[in-house]
């Protein structure tokens, strides 16, 4: 199955991603995290792709087609789910002409549930482990509970980031609900109940397991 998980920024997409790929065994591709990885690299890519990336905007759509369209020849790709890309019509349209689509997976929470969820998120420099100051407390403050290393609010999540990132979603990627509404794709996942509480992850999982068993059995 070739899945897109559409969905704001903090909305909990990449959480989403690994429980659903988990149990489909889909490859769970996020351009973020390729970026990410492109710039830890210090490659070309990662270098002018980290001019946009810290200023909270998207990165050239030919940047970042081209990026996906090399993942997705990878032998592992057969089956995937797409964290974060499209993004823009532009790149829907251009990802239409690389395969088809089953599936898109709209997740949405109110603007509150959303600010807290990326305010608060903290990471360790040295191990990646994420942390939340209202969801997963480190037990020293500033300090890894896995490796004492030091934990780090990513650039894009400082406040007046967060904003433009909202904002830019609002603009160019909300289209997106309507472009794959109109193609009967899209399939809509309330996600705005505190991740912290004992349920939600299995509150979760099952919406998202009712909508996938419907599309496998029809
Ligand atoms: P994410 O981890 O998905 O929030 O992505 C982090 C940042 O990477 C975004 O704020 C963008 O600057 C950039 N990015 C990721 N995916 C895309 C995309 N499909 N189009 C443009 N920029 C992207």
Sequence with gaps: ???????????????????????????????????????????????????????????????????????????????????????????????????????????????????????GRRICKKCGAIFHLKNRIPKKLGICDECDGELYQRADEMPDIIRERLEIYRKKTRPLEDYYRKKGLLKEIKADEDMNSFNFKTEILDKIEAVLDGVKNK
Excluded at 12 to 39: N, P, Q, V
Excluded at 68 to 89: S, W
Aim: no cysteine.
């Design 1 to 119: 199955m070739k899945i897109v998980l559409l969905g704001s920024p903090g909305v909990g997409k990449g959480t989403y991603a690994s429980m659903i790929k988990e149990k489909y065994d889909l490859a769970h591709i996020s351009t973020g995290d390729l970026f990410r990885e492109a710039i830890k690299k210090s490659t070309d890519l990662g270098k002018k792709a980290k001019e946009y990336i810290d200023r909270g905007n998207l990165v050239p759509d030919e940047l970042t087609i081209e990026l996906l369209k090399k993942r997705l020849e990878q032998k592992d790709a057969k089956n995937f789910l797409l964290d974060g890309f499209p993004r823009t019509i532009n790149q829907a349209e251009a990802l239409e002409k690389i395969t088809k689509i089953d599936l898109v997976l709209n997740f949405y929470a109110s603007e509150k549930v959303i600010l807290q969820r990326l305010g």
